[in-house]
C-alpha cells in the first residue's frame, strides 16, 4: 500500500467515533447551496419529525449508508427503529463503519424475501421505509438474478405484506437511474422532471422502476396503507465506502485513489454529470416522506437540482490533493451520462431542500477519510493502482 498523501491540516486519527459523533452535527456553510427559508433548518425538520416519537418504523436496508443515517435520524426524532437487513452488501467492515448496532434501534440480520420475518415485523409497524435492494448499478449487471431477487421479489413480499397490515405509510427509495439518458437528441446536461417518459439503461434502473410501478399498484387502493417514492439522485458522503467492480459513488472512488496517491480514473474522460445530494440531506427528505401529508401517493425526486461533472468533482478532491492527477478509463455498460432534478416538486410536496453543497460535502468527505483510516477498503488498497 502507497502512503497516504498529506492533507493540509487534517492529521489521520483512527480515534474517530462514526457515525455518532456526526449525528448532532448538521453544518451549514456559506457554500451550501441551501435554499432554505429557515433561519435553522435542522430545527425545523426536528419539529417536523416529532410526530414520529414513539411511533415504530420498519427500516429495510437499514444498515446501508442511507438506512444508517436515516436510522440515526429516527432514533433522534424518538421513533421506534426496526432494521431489516442481510449486512452484506460490502465484503468487509463497512457495516461496522456505518454502525447501525450502535444506534438504539433493534436490528435483525435477515432476508426481506423471508416472507414469515417481513410478515413479523410489520404487524408491529406504523412505518415502512423500503430501502434494501442490490444498490449497485455494476452488480445488477454482472448478477441480474441477485438484482430480481433482492429488488423485485424482495420489493414484492415487503409490498404484501404492508398492503396487509396496518401500516400508516411506505416510502421506497428509487433511483434517479430511471430516467436514463432523458430525452434522446437533447443537449448538455438536462433537468429530469417526475413526469416525463422513463428510459432505464440498467438492470438496475429497470428493477427500480418496476418497484415503483408496483409500489403505487398495491398500495394505491383506498383506505388501505398509503405510499410514496422518492427518487434519489447520486448520493454520497462520509460514511459511504466504494465496493468492489463499482463505477457509482465517484466522491468515494475518487477521494480514495487521491488519498492512496493513485491517479484519479475518470470514466469517459469525466463528461457525465452527476446530481450530488449528501447522505443527511437524502435522510432528511426520507424521513420528511413519512409524515408530510402532502407527499401521500406521491413520486418526488430528491436532489439538489444543481449538475456536476465527474471531472468537476475530481478537481474538487484535488483541491485537496497537490499531487493528484487524472487518467481517463473507458465509459462502463449502464452509466448513463446523467442529468440533475427538477426540484420543484421536492419544495412543494415534501418541504424539503438539501442543506449541504457539493464543494462542503466533498471537503468534509476528504477530511473524514483522513480520519477514519480503517475506512480505506483492503481490496481496494491491495488492489492494482
Ligand atoms: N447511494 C445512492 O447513490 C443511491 C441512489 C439512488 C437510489 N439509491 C437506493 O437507496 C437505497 C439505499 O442505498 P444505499 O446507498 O444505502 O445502499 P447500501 O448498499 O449501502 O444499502 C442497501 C442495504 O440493503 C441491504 N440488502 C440488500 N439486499 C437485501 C435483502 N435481500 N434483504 C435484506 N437486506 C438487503 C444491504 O445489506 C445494504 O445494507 C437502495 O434501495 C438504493 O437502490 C441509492
Redesign the pocket.
Known amino acids: 500500500m502507497s502512503e497516504a498523501p498529506h492533507l493540509v491540516g487534517v492529521e489521520p486519527d483512527d480515534r474517530t467515533a462514526f457515525p455518532s459523533d456526526l449525528l448532532s452535527d448538521f453544518p451549514s456553510d456559506p457554500l451550501s447551496h441551501s435554499r432554505s427559508a429557515h433561519a435553522d433548518p435542522r430545527a425545523e425538520t426536528d419539529r417536523r419529525l416529532a410526530e414520529l416519537r414513539d411511533a415504530r418504523v420498519v427500516v429495510?436496508?437499514?444498515?446501508?449508508?442511507?438506512?444508517?443515517r436515516l436510522t440515526a435520524l429516527l432514533c433522534r426524532a424518538g421513533a421506534a427503529v426496526t432494521v431489516?437487513?442481510?449486512?452484506?452488501?460490502?465484503p468487509e467492515a463497512?457495516?461496522t463503519l456505518?454502525g447501525v448496532d450502535r444506534l438504539g434501534a433493534d436490528l435483525v440480520v435477515?432476508?426481506?424475501?423471508?416472507r414469515d420475518v417481513v410478515r413479523r415485523l410489520l404487524g408491529g409497524a406504523d412505518y415502512v421505509v423500503?430501502?434494501?435492494?442490490?444498490?449497485?448499478v455494476a452488480a445488477c449487471t454482472r448478477r441480474p438474478g441477485e438484482a430480481f431477487?433482492?429488488?423485485l421479489q424482495?420489493t414484492q413480499v415487503v409490498l404484501e405484506e404492508t398492503a396487509a397490515s396496518r401500516v400508516r405509510r411506505l416510502v421506497f427509495?428509487?433511483?434517479?437511474?430511471v430516467y436514463g439518458d432523458g430525452r434522446p437528441g437533447a443537449e448538455g446536461p438536462q433537468e429530469f422532471h417526475e413526469d416525463q417518459p422513463l428510459r432505464p439503461l440498467s438492470v438496475?434502473a429497470n428493477s427500480?422502476l418496476w418497484a415503483e410501478h408496483q409500489t403505487r399498484l398495491l398500495l394505491g387502493g383506498p383506505g388501505g396503507p398509503e405510499h410514496a417514492v422518492l427518487?434519489?439522485?447520486?448520493?454520497?458522503g462520509a460514511p459511504?465506502v466504494p465496493?468492489p467492480g463499482s463505477h457509482?459513488?465517484m466522491v468515494a472512488w475518487l477521494s480514495m485513489q487521491a488519498r492512496l496517491g493513485r491517479p484519479m480514473r475518470l470514466n469517459g474522460g469525466g463528461v457525465q454529470v452527476r446530481d450530488l445530494v449528501h447522505?443527511d440531506d437524502?435522510a432528511a427528505a426520507t424521513a420528511l416522506a413519512l409524515v408530510e401529508e402532502r407527499m401521500a401517493g406521491r413520486t418526488v425526486n430528491v436532489g439538489t437540482g444543481t449538475p456536476t461533472s465527474v471531472r468537476e468533482v475530481a478537481g474538487l478532491v484535488a483541491a485537496h490533493f497537490p499531487e493528484a492527477r487524472c487518467i481517463t478509463g473507458d465509459r462502463p455498460e449502464g452509466d448513463p451520462l446523467g442529468g440533475y432534478a427538477a426540484t420543484d416538486r421536492s419544495r412543494e410536496l415534501l418541504r424539503w431542500t438539501p442543506r449541504i453543497g457539493v464543494r462542503e460535502g466533498v471537503t468534509q468527505y476528504v477530511r473524514w477519510l483522513a480520519a477514519t483510516p480503517r475506512a480505506l477498503p483492503s481490496w481496494l488498497a491491495e488492489s492494482a493502482a
Open positions: 429495510t436496508g437499514g444498515g446501508g449508508l442511507v438506512g444508517s431489516l437487513d442481510r449486512m452484506d452488501a460490502y463497512a457495516h456505518f435477515d432476508d426481506v424475501c423471508e423500503h430501502l434494501a435492494a442490490c444498490a449497485d431477487r433482492s429488488n424482495g427509495a428509487s433511483s434517479a437511474a438496475y427500480k427518487r434519489y439522485f447520486s448520493v454520497y459511504q465496493k457509482s459513488w447522505v437524502v
